[in-house]
């Protein structure tokens, strides 16, 4: 990199002296993944206010030779904002978050990378719309981030993941060049779909700036409830009756097993059990219908009382306010947070098809037992698109040191990728690669697709400033 200092100079006289940031204590928090796992280093941080000040902050970063990282919420899984050199420049954007465009006729809207999830959400509501994306970090999360890294989240089974709900993305690229593709059009087949390689990029192609996602009418009748079952099998067997009985009315089919329930019981206040005892497994169902006529809560009544004559049903709580409402989903959002303030972790992101679910559960708990009886074995996961976080959890005075953790790790992806790859599934569902997985996605994917995924960065980016070190 030539001369630091100069670029520095350069980036304040473009964006303004407090909008660059360089003391250590200041970059303290950005330089750290919200796991807690990546401690990294950077030359500094820069906050642009608007797109043009992005790409001109790419061009100086590129002339001098250094690596631009860019992060939102910094709330990212697998350290894909985390910056790990002297020479890299953190790209913040924070600023860019305006809501450029709002539409109830198109039911769409066009936001700016920065904007925080909630506000996206709250926004669409003002207007009588739904924005369905929702994720336990939706109060600090960015859509830039959510989109770059293909957030899936509680909806997807209705929805969709993030890639299903943009219709057009602005992009920042390598050079400086900035792409405009935000038409607010539900048909265009004017040549490739360009914009969906940066959905999921994680940052490595270029930088999203500004987007056009869908929204949709919200839902005029809603009905929740949480179950107890014996095991994984009767928790799936329920999901094929209540989508039977519900079709696309199922917006949700969250599952946790009773280790990772008691984990947030103990540790996440004012969590309570809406149960008198406690189950192995735990099912969360939301249904919802374009039309308040429509009686959900009964329906889901009869499709619970069906499972309790069939035997998938051990317990049954239908919320019957929206506190009730929202307690039982403050226990599936509060997941992350108690894991991480109980111990340390290693997490998985398995995707698999459905019919293979409990096989690949049956084969982690074996293979991770096997190799580490003091671990809590954990899960808890979106079950209806076939998405279930198997967690390794230990006490956070477990290992010696750091290193020795990721050894530790080291032999549980093994395990968890054994079993995912025998059940022909996927080692990431919605948190991405960034740099936990790199080794991981090289070993478990086609090895024809790996080859075109490197292809393509080496078209793009071919100088590799774009968040270097992550998903390749």
Not at 155 to 164: I, S
């Amino acid at each position: 990199m030539r001369d630091p200092q100069a670029l520095v100079t350069s980036l304040r006289a473009l964006v303004g002296e407090r909008h660059v940031v360089t003391a250590v204590t200041d970059l303290e928090p950005l330089v750290h993944d919200w796991r807690g796992r990546y401690q990294g280093t950077a030359l500094c941080a820069v906050y642009p206010a608007d797109t043009d000040e992005v790409s001109r902050v790419v061009r100086l970063c590129r002339e001098a030779g250094a690596k631009v990282v860019p992060q939102g919420g910094n709330t990212g899984m697998c350290g894909a904002a985390t910056p790990f050199g002297e020479d890299e420049v953190v790209l913040r954007l924070d600023r860019l978050n305006r809501v450029r465009h709002i539409s109830a006729l198109d039911n769409t809207m066009v936001v700016e990378a920065g904007c925080i999830l909630a506000d996206l959400q709250n926004k669409a509501q003002e207007v009588g719309r739904l924005f369905p994306l929702s994720l336990g970090a939706e109060g600090s999360c960015q859509i830039g981030g959510n989109i770059a890294t293909n957030a899936g989240g509680t909806a997807v089974l209705r929805y969709g993941p993030m890639r299903d709900l943009v219709m057009g993305l602005e992009v920042v690229l390598p050079d400086g060049s900035v792409m405009n593709d935000l038409k607010r059009l539900r048909k265009d087949n004017s040549g490739y779909a360009v914009r969906h390689l940066f959905v999921g990029s994680e940052g490595t192609l270029g930088i999203i700036t500004a987007a056009t996602l869908k929204l949709f009418p919200p839902p005029q009748a809603s009905a929740t409830a949480m179950t107890g079952a014996a095991d994984l099998g009767q928790a799936l067997a329920l999901l094929a009756l209540v989508r039977t009985k519900l079709g696309d009315r199922i917006s949700a089919y969250e599952v946790m097993s009773h280790s990772q329930m008691q984990l947030v019981l103990d540790h996440i206040p004012n969590c309570t059990l809406p149960f008198d005892r406690s189950h192995p497994w735990y099912v969360l169902i939301e249904a919802e219908d374009s039309f308040a006529t429509v009686d959900l809560a009964s329906l889901l009544e009869e499709c619970l009382a069906d499972g309790f004559e069939q035997g998938l049903v051990a317990d049954a709580v239908i919320p019957k306010s929206e506190a009730q409402r929202a307690a039982l989903w403050r226990l599936r959002h509060s997941v992350s947070e108690a894991n991480k303030v109980s111990g340390i972790s290693a997490s998985y992101d398995t995707v698999v098809p459905l019919d293979r679910l409990a096989d690949f559960a049956a084969d982690t708990v074996a293979g991770v037992a096997k190799a580490f009886p003091q671990a809590r074995i954990l899960f808890v996961g979106h079950v209806g698109d076939g998405n279930l976080h198997a967690i390794a959890h230990f006490d956070k005075d477990a290992f010696p040191s750091k290193a020795e953790f990721e050894e530790a790790a080291a032999v549980v992806n093994g395990i968890v990728d054994d079993a995912t790859l025998k059940c022909d599934g996927s080692i990431s569902a919605e948190h991405g690669i960034g740099k936990s997985n790199r080794k991981r996605l090289a070993q478990s994917i086609d090895p024809v697709r790996y080859g075109l995924m490197l292809k393509i960065k080496a078209t793009i980016d071919p100088e590799n400033i774009m968040n270097p070190g992550k998903v390749l």
